[in-house]
């Protein structure tokens, strides 16, 4: 930054080099002898007035940085909040959510204790499938704003403490992107920036695909370009060519998109579709590529090499998490190591593959576990209730085990992750066939596409009871509003005497006692259908968390499994169709829980 000659310097226009959103935030904050900074509403112009040539603007970055060093440790026990763009709030009546939406409700995920916010994409996209078909790693897509928008949106969530994370999508682009026209056209340097192969002939002369390879989204996974004379691969849609990570320029392409992100002043990235980075041969009799291959998790090592080059630049930690499918000893395997790391955590999904409301009280017990004994060194347990790719949580477990579900993945060891809308208990929302936007669902045809689209947990936010459920001011919205929005709604759980919002707040604010950071866990399970673990620290009360995932009333002895309890035990918190209050004393050897009731317990 210049200084200015004049001292009426109001109506100049400067421009900040190399300085992130982050320290422009903290620097509204702050005030200096003779000096303000107004009009800082974006990262892209500042307007400086009342400076005389002798004062200098520098050194007001510098003390943000030393003053506001945040901890390192800051995403270990955090409460992490998936936001899908689209459906979460319409700022200007097209019926789409969009980043003036998301700003205007982050006061919301404050009230509910979040610490961080992972943005599902926002990227120009021709939207084949809404977002993670990207043309432009660097950019926003005008359905959801500009990117002074999403300047906006991280200095209001940096005033309110939330740490901003956003979806790294690096196994494919869009068709669109220039990189692919160009690579189609083998101009270089892109022309091997994607998977390309010529094919191979049949026994009738015919050329065909490599092999028969199978795409996610249903169909062959290679497409033929006429232009180039050659298939391409595409493990999910045709318009999503797989990128090529043989290739240094690729990955030293995707590593810029991590460092141009984290220099505007976001916190970390979820990682989209890791397990399919890397292919092998192509020469190959299965249906579907290999997935989690020994280059896949060293690509994920010089991904997180970047983000702690950040980390130390910044002085604070950038966290990668990242969604990966596979074995016990494939996914644990994305830590990386002492000398080597690599995701900070990679996704915990087994309350959605490994469990259901059929399982039992010992299910539970022995999938909890054997989890927490793959958390070895300094490896940080997270628990995964849903996403947008997931039915919801009301729908997989019922409506009266939503608290329950709250208790366990937020009250265990280590990190909580929730999908928007999971606090208030909503539901999937059914769509015809016409309504049906999801290409999954769109490619499996009308008589089975319920059983693949993902539209049904994507309906837009129920914020109220007005139209489009306070969604939006249209009523013609992207996918329809569930029906049941004019009594589930949060407005309306913010007014009740009990509800799941006003659980979901309890449990945040209690995970904040340093027994829920620190504390040892026993899981056990104490009869078929009531699971129990507790929670230990020395010097501090112990909290013991019942959850009945049956149908009927049980009678247990909590101390069978759990010794050195007292006689009686005070309830902290309970599910909203129990008939106890906060404060009752229970005895903890004749415990009575009724069917799919959840208590926190302390002694």
Not at 30 to 36: D, F, Q
Not at 57 to 85: G, S
Not at 481 to 486: F, I, L, P, R, T
């Amino acid at each position: 930054l210049k200084t200015p000659a004049d001292e009426d310097t109001h109506n100049l226009v400067y421009r900040p080099l190399s300085i992130s959103t982050q320290h422009v935030a903290i620097a509204r904050r702050m005030t200096v002898t003779k000096s303000c900074i107004c009009c800082v509403n974006s990262m892209k112009t500042k307007c400086l007035k009342h400076f005389g040539r002798e004062y200098l603007v520098l050194f007001l970055f510098t003390l943000c940085c030393a003053d506001e060093m945040a901890d390192a440790n800051w995403w270990k026990h955090a409460v992490f909040y998936q936001i899908y763009p689209r459906s979460f709030k319409d700022s200007d009546r097209d019926g789409i959510g969009d980043l003036k939406g998301t700003t205007e409700k982050l006061d919301h995920l404050k009230e509910i204790g979040v610490d961080g916010v992972w943005l599902s994409p926002i990227y120009p996209s021709p939207m084949a499938d809404f977002g993670y078909d990207i043309s432009d790693f660097r950019n926003v897509d005008p359905m959801f704003g500009t990117l002074e928008d999403f300047d906006a949106l991280l200095i209001k969530a940096n005033e309110l403490g939330i740490k901003l994370i956003l979806d790294f999508v690096p196994n494919h682009s869009s068709d669109e992107h220039v990189w692919f026209v160009n690579s189609l056209q083998k101009i270089d340097p892109y022309t091997d920036y994607y998977m390309w192969d010529d094919g191979k002939l049949d026994e009738s002369g015919n050329r065909i695909p490599p092999n028969n390879w199978q795409s996610e989204f249903g169909g062959a996974a290679w497409s033929w370009k006429e232009e180039r004379q050659q298939y391409y691969l595409h493990q999910f849609d045709p318009k999503q060519p797989d990128l090529n990570y043989t290739n240094p320029a690729v990955v030293e392409e995707m590593k810029d998109v991590l460092r141009f992100w984290l220099d505007k002043g976001v916190h970390g990235f979820r990682v989209d579709a890791v397990p399919w980075l890397f292919e092998g041969s192509f020469d190959s009799n299965a249906t579907k590529a290999p997935h989690n291959l020994p280059e896949t998790y060293d690509m994920v090592m010089q991904w997180r090499r970047v983000l702690d080059e950040k980390s130390e630049q910044y002085n604070e930690t950038k966290v990668f998490m990242l969604e990966v499918y596979g074995t016990e000893e494939e996914v644990m395997a994305y830590y990386g190591t002492a000398s080597a790391p690599g995701a900070h955590f990679p996704f915990n999904f087994r309350f959605i593959t490994d469990l259901n409301n059929q399982s039992t009280a010992t299910d539970f017990a022995n999938v909890i576990n054997n989890y927490l004994q793959q958390i070895i060194e300094d490896r940080v347990s997270n628990w995964v209730l849903g996403n947008h790719d997931q039915h919801r949580v009301a729908t997989r477990y019922g409506q009266k085990l939503v608290d329950g579900m709250h208790f366990l993945s937020l009250l265990l060891p280590g990190i909580g992750v929730t999908y928007d809308g999971e606090e208030i208990g909503m539901e999937d929302t059914y769509i015809t066939w016409e309504q049906c936007q999801d290409p999954q669902g769109v490619n499996a045809g009308p008589d089975h596409y319920l059983e693949r689209t993902r539209d049904l947990e994507r309906t837009p936010f129920q914020w109220d009871n007005t139209t489009s459920a306070g969604f939006s001011a249209s009523a013609n919205t992207w996918l329809p509003v569930n029906s049941n929005y004019k009594e589930l709604n949060l407005e309306a759980q913010k007014t009740a005497e009990k509800s799941h919002y006003k659980v979901y707040k309890q449990l945040t604010q209690l995970r904040k006692k340093e027994i829920f950071a620190q504390g040892t866990t026993e899981v056990a399970a104490l009869s078929d259908h009531v699971l129990g673990f507790t929670r230990v620290l020395e010097g501090s009360d112990t909290y013991v968390i019942v959850v009945n995932l049956g149908d009927e009333i049980e009678s247990i002895n909590i101390n069978d499994k759990f010794t050195s309890l007292p006689d009686q035990l005070t309830t902290v918190a309970v599910s909203i169709y129990s008939q106890h209050d906060v404060g009752e004393l229970m005895d903890s050897g004749n415990f009575q829980i009724q069917p799919k009731e959840a208590f926190v317990l302390a002694t």
